[in-house]
């Protein structure tokens, strides 16, 4: 089955420990994308990459880094989360960018 | 960089009716625009999209219009059905090479019985 797999589900952490949140798709996408969603704000791109090893910021990119070994995953790091970081955070991935995106289950981060 | 406003923020209609949820994009070299559909605890998915050589396209009790010189788009949901019930976003993509999605902040769809 065609998905994008997001782990953990939910996670509550405190201020300044650092956190990996990973996403792994299966269906040989190049482009995959970090979103961050808010009440009244939407969704609102992180980081994106187009390809293995070229990612690039998004709208919100400070306080969060991500990279891209391996054309599968694509993990998103807070290594000093704050709580302005608590939100609902959703990786996608697609052919490219303006093609349907696949959005994964979602990740509940609550930074106390 | 663009923006997207959506509009409105919720909407509840009554079961069998129309709905209409308007966004305005400001980057008129967006030429992208899918609509998403967000239902409770899980990731949006795509119900539509439509790309700026098209006017209108149509599937089923779904459509979507643009009007490339006003800068604005519409998804239009007939006959609604309780299970219609949803958040809906728009989204514009941005011009290449990246060709980024930027969404609009959702509407709130209440279809009642």
């Known amino acids: 089955e065609a998905q994008v797999t997001q782990n953990p589900r939910y996670l509550i952490t405190v201020t300044g420990k650092k956190l990996t949140v990973t996403c792994s798709q299966n269906?040989?996408?190049?482009?995959m994308s970090w979103y961050r969603q808010d009440p009244g704000l939407g969704l609102r791109q992180i980081y994106y990459s187009m390809n293995v090893e070229v990612t690039d910021k998004g709208d919100v990119p400070e306080g969060y880094k991500v990279s891209r070994k391996e054309k599968r995953n694509f993990p998103l790091i807070l290594e000093s989360p704050s709580p302005n970081q608590t939100s609902l955070y959703f990786c996608a991935s697609s052919w490219e960018g303006d093609t349907e995106a696949f959005f994964g289950q979602g990740t509940r981060l609550t930074v106390v | 960089g663009e923006n997207v406003e959506q509009h409105p923020s919720t909407l509840s209609v009554q079961e069998g009716d129309s709905a209409v949820i308007k966004c305005t994009y400001s980057?008129?070299?967006?030429?992208?625009f899918p609509w998403y559909k967000q239902e409770l605890g899980k990731g949006p998915q795509l119900i539509i999209d439509i790309r700026s050589n098209v006017g209108e396209k149509k599937d089923q009790r779904i459509a979507v219009t643009l009007n490339k010189t006003a800068k604005h788009f519409s998804l239009h949901i007939t006959e609604t059905q309780p299970e219609d019930s949803a958040v809906y976003f728009c989204?514009?993509?941005?011009?290449?090479?990246?060709?980024?999605?930027?969404f609009g902040s959702g509407t709130q769809l209440t279809v009642l019985p």
């Open positions: 989204a514009a993509s941005k011009a290449a090479p990246a060709r980024q999605l930027t």
């Open positions: 269906m040989n996408h190049e482009y």
């Open positions: 980057d008129s070299a967006s030429n992208y």
